[in-house]
């Protein structure tokens, strides 16, 4: 009796982290169908629940950002780049939006702040982006060959 109790209880728990992990992605996929059919209010909402699920979605965070953009609320537009910022220093769409809010504020030394990052991870995937394309030439066939 006591085998078949721990055995019902390790299915339940296994079918349970099964269903929340898929329920991660459902909840920011859906959101994104809606941000792009520009159902804000409804995108907000599983854009919200997909960070309960999994808080340290800087995707979710970003999205959010950009729908306080539309909806005008600067503060948590701005709250909510800061929590993307924070979970993914390098995203570059958030360190864009973050400069035109302190460019608005007139705080510049956050500005020059953001610029240098930004400038940093543009020089690295500009640098990944020329050891691909050199790579590439040395895989391609030469015309010249027949």
């Not at 930004?118 to 020329?130: D, G, H, P, W």
């Not at 394309?133 to 015309?143: A, F, R, V, Y």
């Amino acid at each position: 009796m006591n085998k078949i109790l721990k055995l019902t209880l390790f299915f339940y728990l296994i079918i349970n982290l099964i269903n929340s992990s898929f329920s991660k992605e459902n909840f920011f996929d859906e959101g994104l169908k809606l941000y792009k059919d520009k159902k804000y209010e409804d995108a907000r909402f599983m854009f919200e629940r997909s960070i309960v699920f999994n808080p340290k979605d800087s995707k979710s965070y970003l999205y959010l950002a950009k729908i306080y953009n539309i909806e005008e609320d600067q503060k948590k537009e701005e709250k909510n780049l800061e929590a993307a910022l924070l979970i993914e220093p390098d995203n570059e769409e958030a360190i864009l939006m973050s400069m035109k809010i302190s460019l608005e504020k007139s705080n510049y030394s956050k500005v020059k702040d953001l610029s240098k990052t930004f400038s940093q991870i543009y020089k690295k995937l500009c640098e990944e982006n020329k050891d691909v394309l050199d790579s590439l030439k040395n895989i391609e066939p030469k015309n010249n060959e027949s």
